[in-house]
């Protein structure tokens, strides 16, 4: 199978997995098999796929250097951007189903829940990541493109503050899914530090964030 064709393939792969809980909502929607609450059901849906798919975004880059799996970066862009979409969605429910656009109620959520604020810094940083990530700003902003994506990192540990303070009581998965981040930032510091090392390296845009 040539270059070309793997890029296809796990693209389109990463199109399937990536769609699959939205296709699942829907679906079950339609069949009256969604629970008594279904805009709650989607709100905690769409919040834990956006911080899988995240997680999963930032993986991409350490399987690639550890397996010389290549073709993987492909796949970089386009689940940030699944991520910033059930991200968006998310936030969507919130505002409109769950708080009514009632902004005085929701600026009062902000200011007084902890789990709110770490959710609403999330998807702050996440916007300007998702609005840089086009070909053109990478141009445009050279290295450093480079240094605002690093912020991604914090992004998607207030998302899974947001994630783990908005479990009842079982927080299994975000502590798994926490596991999993701490891992791949201690392999980004390893690398910075073997960088260091070696006296350092010019590094390529829109291939650190990550």
């Known amino acids: ?40 059901e989607w709100l905690h849906r769409s919040g ?6 995240l997680v999963a975004s ?13 073709v993987l970066q492909k796949s970089r862009r386009l689940l940030g951007l699944f991520a910033f979409f059930y991200a968006v969605a998310h936030v969507g429910v919130y505002l409109y189903f769950e708080q009514g656009l009632a902004w005085s109620f929701i600026w009062e959520d902000v200011v007084e829940r902890p789990f709110i604020l770490s959710g609403t810094l999330a998807f702050a940083l996440l916007v300007p990541l998702a609005v840089t990530s086009t070909k053109g700003w990478i141009r445009r902003l050279g290295r450093n493109w480079v240094r605002l994506h690093r912020l991604v990192y914090v992004a998607a540990a207030a998302a899974l ?11 299994r998965d975000p502590l798994l899914v926490a596991a999993v981040l701490a891992a791949l930032m ?3 510091v390893w690398w910075s530090v073997q960088k260091r090392s070696r006296g350092g390296s010019r590094v390529r845009p829109g291939s650190a964030a990550g």
């Open 1 to 40: 199978m040539s270059a070309r064709a793997r890029a296809v393939a796990l693209k389109t792969v990463v199109w399937a997995v990536c769609l699959a809980p939205l296709v699942w909502s829907v679906w079950r929607f339609v069949r009256g098999e969604a629970s008594v609450d279904p805009v709650e």
């Open 48 to 53: 834990k796929t956006a911080v899988l798919i």
């Open 58 to 70: 930032l993986a991409v880059t350490p399987l690639r250097r550890w397996f010389a799996w290549n």
């Open 161 to 171: 503050l947001h994630y783990t303070w908005g479990q009842k009581a079982d927080i």
């Open 186 to 188: 201690a392999a980004r």
